[in-house]
């Protein structure tokens, strides 16, 4: 199984990292790039848990895809929550320092900084981001 559906809590995060670890890990996915991706997933995860349903608590879709012969992964993460497009938002200046920087954006940035590719869509209702890294 490469899909795994569960509430969207904070407390569910180790539950979505086993899981992606799994896969990463059957593919023999690299120390490095597997710590780069479930610094990427927990970011994305954690705030889908914590702003996408407001006060609700909804559910999260993990998918995981590798392509043969494992040189690549892509995790999609869906929820039925606010329509909200986290690309769309302006990078942080990280040439301030961490007191002049405006608060927010900074987890999004790095994971678009540590990925091969970044992409977001809306689409039947749902909020769709999916992340590729190579190895």
């Known amino acids: 199984m490469n899909e795994l559906t569960l509430e969207a ?4 995060l180790m539950r979505v990292l086993d899981f992606v670890d799994g896969h990463l890990e059957a593919a023999n996915c690299p120390e ?3 710590t ?3 610094i ?3 970011e994305l995860f954690v705030n889908i848990a914590s702003y996408a ?3 609700e608590t909804g559910s999260a879709t993990i998918r ?5 012969p494992y040189h690549a992964v892509a995790i999609t993460l869906i929820d039925s929550g606010i329509p909200y497009n986290p690309l769309a938002k302006e990078d942080p200046d990280v040439t ?3 007191e002049e920087r405006k608060i927010g954006g900074l987890g999004i940035y790095m994971v678009k900084q540590s990925m091969d590719a970044v992409s977001y869509e809306y689409r039947d209702g749902r909020n769709v981001l999916r992340i590729r890294k190579n190895f």
Do not use: F, H, M
Request: aromatic share 4%; glycine share 4%.
């Open 40 to 42: 990427a997933v927990e």
């Open 53 to 55: 349903y407001g006060e």
């Open 9 to 12: 809590r904070v407390d569910n």
């Open 32 to 34: 490095k790039v597997q």
């Open 36 to 38: 780069q991706i479930d």
């Open 64 to 68: 995981v895809e590798t392509e043969e």
């Open 96 to 98: 301030l320092s961490a």
